[in-house]
């Protein structure tokens, strides 16, 4: 488990607080548009009547529009962002793969071009429109490899392509531009609804903006998303949060994506990939029994397992097979301090204070996981705690499987 250098561990880290760059910028300039038509509304309390309804008529048209543009905005600057990542990525695990190499051997690295409509792909394309070749392709390369299809085609040149941007989709099957119009049209009509019912119940506008935009004003850049979401109302908080997630996830398949297809087009110099969770109280289920866990290319799970999930994969090098010594153990990071990077969740989890588990497992589950630990070992003990959908057991389903 130690044999994977620490920048893979450090670069998953790298990669949650980018993600947070970007939703930050798209949340911004989504709350504007939100406050904006607040303090619009604030202003008709002293018109008349008939003045008054058509202004309010006006403001909600011009919302709409405003946040339908705002959700063509954030679908681009999404394609732009994402392409980027992805030409990082691959160009980061490249570099990686020839550094674990002795220098005379860093050549043999194969390196995978990404196509330019690649993340627009992502972005843009629902997978039930691309064509069968594409997802014949898509099919041989998860159970051959990239290596076995670059072969097939005579070309040994391997890419990531829009017809493979095309198959990625969030957890729910929505492409990222449906998402975000999805919002923008939620929010109009909630928007709507919580000015006429506030008005049709006498309820003053200054109550109506405040229940509406909570303690937000114009340009909040220096605030993180989660303190954005804190100072927002109906219409800022939650959509802050679903703006985050859309953006985390999506940067989480295409980099993992990106990964993945460099991996695949080395397998002479790494077979398996090994995957990686965040040890800390907010990982899933699902994750934490992932974690540490090693699958062949094609044939395991992937992140992201579900939305907001931070794991990631790192390569799985056979230094003993290559002829070469392996680097020092690196660390990983954890709650409470950094780690060995062989750490899987479950030991991590093992060494924390009996509250602290009861936190994260729940209280009637903290000594099962320590028995099962002390028979199975930790990292066994959580995968037994979950069942084959990635959900938690119960506890009592937990005591039929093992006692009272």
């Known amino acids: 488990m130690s044999d994977t250098p620490a920048a893979f561990y450090r670069n998953a880290i790298d990669l949650n607080r980018y993600?947070?760059?970007?939703?930050?910028?798209?949340?911004?300039?989504?709350?504007?548009?939100?406050?904006?038509a607040t303090n619009q509304l604030r202003a008709i309390d002293e018109l008349a009547a008939p003045v008054k309804a058509a202004r309010l008529r006006a403001i909600l048209a011009q919302l709409k529009a405003s946040l339908d543009g705002w959700a063509g905005d954030a679908s681009e600057v999404a394609a732009i962002e994402l392409q980027g990542i992805a030409q990082l990525q691959s160009e980061f695990v490249t570099d990686q793969l020839r550094r674990a190499l002795p220098p005379g051997e860093r050549n043999i690295v194969r390196t995978v071009e990404i196509s330019p409509q690649f993340a627009q792909a992502v972005v843009t394309t629902d997978p039930t429109q691309i064509n069968v070749v594409a997802l014949s392709d898509d099919l041989y390369r998860s159970v051959y490899g990239a290596d076995?299809?670059?072969?097939?085609?005579?070309?040994?040149?391997?890419?990531?392509?829009?017809?493979?941007?095309?198959?990625?989709?969030l957890?729910?099957?929505?492409?990222?531009?449906?998402?975000?119009?999805?919002?923008?049209?939620s929010q109009a009509e909630r928007f709507s609804q919580v000015v006429r019912n506030g008005l049709l119940t006498?309820?003053?506008?200054?109550?109506?903006?405040?229940?509406?935009?909570?303690?937000?004003?114009?340009?909040?850049?220096?605030?993180?998303?989660?303190?954005?979401?804190?100072?927002?109302?109906?219409?800022t908080k939650m959509a802050n949060n679903q703006v985050r997630t859309i953006v985390r996830t999506s940067i989480n398949q295409v980099?993992?994506?990106?990964?993945?297809q460099v991996y695949e087009a080395n397998q002479d110099i790494t077979s398996k990939y090994r995957y990686v969770a965040t040890l800390d109280g907010r990982t899933s289920s699902r994750c934490r029994a992932l974690d540490g866990r090693e699958f062949d290319y094609g044939r395991g799970p992937m992140p992201p397992q579900h939305f907001n999930c931070r794991s990631t994969t790192v390569p799985v090098i056979d230094y003993k097979a290559l002829g070469i010594p392996p680097p020092p153990e690196g660390r990983r990071a954890a709650a409470g301090g950094m780690v060995p990077?062989?750490?899987t969740y479950g030991e991590w989890l093992a060494k924390q204070p009996k509250d602290q588990q009861a936190e994260i497992l729940g209280a009637g589950k903290?000594?099962?996981?320590?028995?099962?630990?002390?028979?199975?070992?930790?990292r066994d003990a959580i995968a037994r705690m979950?069942?084959?959908?990635?959900?938690?057991?119960?506890l009592a389903q937990l005591r039929k499987r093992y006692g009272s």
């Open 171 to 185: 957890p729910n099957g929505e492409v990222v531009t449906k998402a975000f119009r999805g919002l923008a049209t």
């Open 148 to 169: 076995a299809l670059a072969r097939q085609a005579g070309t040994g040149v391997f890419n990531l392509t829009a017809a493979q941007g095309a198959t990625i989709t």
């Open 255 to 260: 980099s993992n994506a990106a990964s993945q």
């Open 202 to 235: 006498g309820e003053p506008t200054p109550a109506i903006a405040r229940r509406l935009i909570g303690q937000l004003g114009f340009g909040q850049e220096a605030m993180t998303p989660r303190q954005l979401a804190a100072a927002g109302g109906e219409l």
């Open 366 to 378: 903290v000594d099962y996981f320590r028995r099962l630990s002390d028979k199975y070992g930790p």
């Open 19 to 36: 993600s947070n760059s970007v939703a930050r910028r798209l949340i911004n300039a989504y709350n504007d548009i939100i406050i904006d």
């Open 341 to 343: 990077a062989g750490t």
């Open 386 to 394: 979950v069942r084959d959908d990635g959900s938690e057991l119960t």
